[in-house]
């Protein structure tokens, strides 16, 4: 049975936001455990004393003439610190200190349920309006590991650093978000981050502030995720706003900004840790990128880079047992990453599960007739159709197997179990349906038919799901103009739609809309004509000539196209044995017999009238196909 990547549900979100809840508080308060850092007067301070930011009432004067001020603080007192009671801001530290120590069961149950509460609304919304991918139990693991470093490193800058809190620089998980997922989770992951950070001072409202402008900037001005190195750029220009906004936020709280007094402190500086920490952060971003996007489950550039080497070895293996396949899987790399770059999706992505996802069919490339000669006898002539189906859906399992034994990343293998989503062989079911059976034998249902993957969680494979019949029919269509391939492209589509194949893509109707017009535009380019060389000419006019003299009396173009129909017959066959909805075929839809040599396959199409259907003129169309981009020579 096929293994499947786990999803979130109810319960597995409710175990997970428990135990990072629990970890987050014990990060939170970790040095309130230990009695030895707990500050006193006249000894060294083992840690940095902080008090957050705030309002407090000062009293000037005595008796009852007294003036009452209200000023904002905030003290920061080094490590080594040696306290005395007679210092203001050092029994400030001291009293602070104290009323936190030791950690009281009240305290600690406060914020886990604070604690607990941001992680299940984001993993329950996650899950349940956030990106396909995000509805996967790794990845959401990987977030919050991701949030749990942030909330250490944090702590790490805190306690053993004087410098101001605004350096900390955990946009880069909002970078990150982006570069793994998309915008909005990464908008959705910095409110998070910022939150957690932001309780380790009290809710310290301008450290809220700031460390929320600056992630939400610097993912609005990562544009593009393709170039990493943007992402100090990004990180920049949010510390510029960071530090804007610090400054606004100071006088709205304290009444002025004391923007001279502040810059002179230099690294104490508040409004130069704001932009610093910016830059800090789209740095940070950028160095540990490849580590940030193995823990989210994504596969890096680089990796997948390597994986459509040509020469890596399961592609070569690919190549020499099942060339047919092999080939047509090179046609769908080139569409589907068309596709997937016009929408916004990882094409590299999509490329490399283009190249992967029929590896299974390397291990009996027999059963699948794009891989056997024209005119070869195709095994399923003698197979009953519940074995042929078996045969074929078999690919799907034994491919994810390959991959997963070959130590290839899982979004990878993800193309394989989904490219036929939980489709029913219809070919084989309608043959099953028609034959005749002994009456006390228990009839097989459409269950045995289906293939066993899972439907298409992300935009990359549900264009893969498309292309992969969109390739196939592509080589069946008589039409070959933008108008033809556009009511292909778009019969194919509805066909996935109302099959509920798409229904957790999260591709809409508008990505849908704009790839039916791209790939329409991909697929002309790639079958436009060519001006015929004269030699190709005269022997097509000694042809014609010939077959007046015959007496045939037909025009040299039918012909022509008659004499190439055995090839793509083979390939309209791949088609239905492989159980695409686009075989289109009039025998696919209605259950005739499959197209078992090239030969009969001509002589039923040449009974049929369906034009309106794709590749319902599959012979003479597919005639160009097998290669990675079929090379028509119209007739001029
Ligand atoms: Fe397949
Ligand atoms: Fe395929």
Known sequence: MLRTRVRLGLSSGLILSALFAALFTVIGGAELFVPEFAPTYGVPTPLVLRVPYGARIVRSGSGELFDVTFQHHRIILPRGSVLQP???????????DSLRRPPSLARLGSAFVLYFFGCFILSNYFSRFGHPRLRLLRSQLGVFVLMGLALVLAKALLV???????????????LWAVVGFDRRTAFLLDVAVALIVSSLLRFDLLLLAVLTTRGMVASLLFLNRKQPRQMVLAGLASGVAAAVAYVAMTVLLAGQPGIVADLSLAFGSNIIACAGGGLVSGLLGLAMREPAELALGHVSRGRLLDLTDIEAPLLREMASKAPGSWEHSRAMANLAEAGAAVIGADSLLTRVGAYYH??????????FTE???????????????????????????????????AGIPEPVVEFVYTHHGTQLVKFFWN?????????????????????????????????????????????????TDRAGFEEMIRHIVFDKLSAGQLDESGLTLADLKVLTGRMASTLENMYHGRVKYPSQRDKEKAQAREQEQAGGGREPKDEASEDTAEAPADAAEADAADGEPSAPEGEA??????????EATIEARKTEEQPSEPGADAPRAAAAGGGTGPARTQKR
């Open 86 to 96: 007679g210092v203001e801001q050092h029994r400030a530290a001291i009293k602070y």
């Open 589 to 598: 839809a209605d259950g005739e017999p499959p197209p078992a040599s090239g």
């Open 371 to 405: 891989n056997n000669a024209p005119g070869e006898k195709s095994p399923h002539d003698d197979l009953p159709p519940e074995v042929s189906a078996d045969a074929i859906m078999a690919h799907v399992v034994v491919g994810t197997r390959m991959l997963r034994e």
């Open 358 to 367: 029929d590896l299974g069919k390397s291990v009996q490339p027999e059963y």
């Open 160 to 174: 053993l650093t004087v410098l101001p809190a605004f350096w900390i620089p955990v946009s880069a998980v909002a």
């Open 431 to 479: 043959k099953y349906q028609k034959q005749e059976r002994p009456e006390d034998e228990e009839p097989l249902d459409e269950s045995h038919f289906r293939y066993p993957g899972m439907k298409p969680m992300s935009r990359e494979t549900a264009i893969l799901m498309l292309v992969d019949a969109i390739e196939a029919a592509s080589r069946t269509i008589e039409k």
